[in-house]
């Protein structure tokens, strides 16, 4: 399917975004299309997980769910982080829940096949006589893992081409100014059940053109004078600067306010007055839900009056704004009055327009032709 094929009511997507008309609604609202994105993308990319925080010592642990698919990464006890399917080669069974540290194998709470931190199926109760049984030939399935100024990424896909060749640099963007993201603590966490498609919230996000409009408190914390863009293959980095008059915080001059876009649903903000990184990645439940999964990180330590304010910003201000926002626009989509409209775009390409939305756009048609 190319790019020009992809059409709606109104016209054709294009690949020049001052002259495309949007996705058709149908891509907001078609469980089949949803069904060719699990395949051609979450199926097929690299998915952040978590964080170091969580994996430090040995016989650490997290879990996840990606795309139906239970995951697991752990630290051996060699001190090397591992990526396996959370799935017991005996009948199947999930081997570990949500996060920990175990001091000896992953035992499978079924039958009890115990597997090293390496994936070697250690022990299998009553084999003895079953004939050619041999432990070497039930090993964990692994997963190919990379990690990026801290952040844990896993892909699903056996083939997948190494993390480097789409997000070589990444690293560069975060700890230019969040030098020690990789030590940094998980200050909060949230969860959140959105009645709308999860591009819809990655939509909102690839755009600040909503934001002097639906964020009227967030908007006078950024200064859109000196911003500037950096884009890999499949991340873009955007840099401004923070108002130093915002009133709820003690700001310096032209301290940085930076946004990323990460494919295919990851997203993260670092606002100023502190060295922090709110992290948001969207999964999709349905064709019209998603769950979106919030953690906030910041360095090691008490947090600062600013930390605490750029806490209760995001956390009781614009995220809920969002939130309303993305769900009238689900409602919007799946109504009868609408099909397409126009990308707003300006000759920077900035994120104050809507040409990062584009650029996603067009992503995900690549990935699901």
Known sequence: MGETSVRGERGAFAADAGRSWTLPSRYYTDPEILEREIAGVFR????????????????????????????????????ELRAFFNVCQHRGHELLKGNGRIKGGITCPYHA?????????????????????????????????????????????????????????????ILWHLDAMPDYQRLASYRYDIAANWKVVVDNFSEGYHIPVAHPRLATLYNTQGS????????????????????????????????????????????????NLVVLRMDPNGAQRCAERVDIYAPQGAPSANLEEVHRLFAEIFNKEDIGLVESVQRGLAS????????????????FSESGLHAFHKRILKAIA
């Open 113 to 173: 096949w115990s597997y090293g931190h390496d994936g070697a199926l250690l022990s299998a109760r009553l084999t003895e006589d079953v004939a050619e049984f041999d432990k070497r030939d039930f090993p964990l399935r692994p997963l190919s893992l990379a990690v990026a100024a801290g952040l844990v990424f896993v892909n699903l896909d056996a083939d997948a081409e190494p993390f480097e060749a789409g997000y070589a640099g990444l690293d560069e963007t």
């Open 228 to 275: 500037g863009a950096e884009h890999g293959p499949l991340f873009s980095a955007f840099r401004s600067k923070g108002n130093a008059s915002y009133k709820a915080m003690e700001l310096e001059a032209d301290e940085p306010y930076l946004g990323w876009t990460l494919w295919p649903n990851l997203c993260m903000l670092s606002l100023p007055g502190s060295k």
């Open 44 to 79: 097929r990319s690299w998915i952040c997980v978590g964080h170091l925080c969580d994996l430090r010592e040995s016989g650490s642990y997290l879990t996840e769910t990606l795309a139906g698919q239970p995951v697991m990464v752990i630290r051996g006890q060699d001190g």
């Open 336 to 351: 009868m009055a609408y099909d397409q409209g126009r990308y707003v775009v300006d000759r920077a390409d900035s994120w």
